[in-house]
């Protein structure tokens, strides 16, 4: 039989880290390599030319997002850097309820709110290398003055202070090779999928 009355819940996984860190490389890897549905959030942040709308986000105005998060539409939400951003809580239970592991790009704040709700959910965090390496790949990858640069990286620092705070982070990886960096995280996610199948046999 497999229905919905016997399909085991598929995992939540969480991947965040700093603006710079390449997070959303690796989630997309990670998508690939464990066969995850990826969730598509809304923000009311404007679309750039690199953006497709139901790919990348889908993209509405403020109304339209107090009108979802109002109705309980809203599995989490943030406001990140002005914008708000939220993941669509029905399309996250539908395919969980297939047993489909479901994955969230999302910040620190929607991370605490996703474990509060769901603590089955596992999240990992992305680390830079250094803080030096960091900053470098903001000023690699900005148009924006340095002035700009500078408040981007503070706010990185205190993203990662905010994880290593917080408590809802599971893991913690490097992103010092990409490969070697998506290596970890499927191999902590299979890990985590295998556990989850018989009770583990570990002593404490
Ligand atoms: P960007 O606008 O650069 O794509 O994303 C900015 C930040 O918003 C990133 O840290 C990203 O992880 C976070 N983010 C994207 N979607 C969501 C979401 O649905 N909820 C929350 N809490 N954060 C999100």
Redo the contacts with the bound molecule.
Sequence with gaps: MDDAATTKPGLLLI?????GVG??TIAHHVERAIDAVF?V???T?PKTDD?VEGR??HFIDRTEFERRRDAGD?L???E??G?W???PRHPVEAASAQGKTVL????????I?VKTNKPGAFAVFVDPPSEEELLNRLRRRAREDESVIQRRFQKAQA?IERARACGAYDAFIVNDDLQRAVDEAVTLVARRLGRDLPPPNVAG
């Design positions: 991947i965040s880290g700093p603006s997070k959303t969730s959030s809304v923000t942040r953006d990348d986000y809203l989490e939400w943030a990140v850097h914008n951003y939220g993941t969230l790009e999302i910040d620190v704040a929607g991370a709110q993203e």
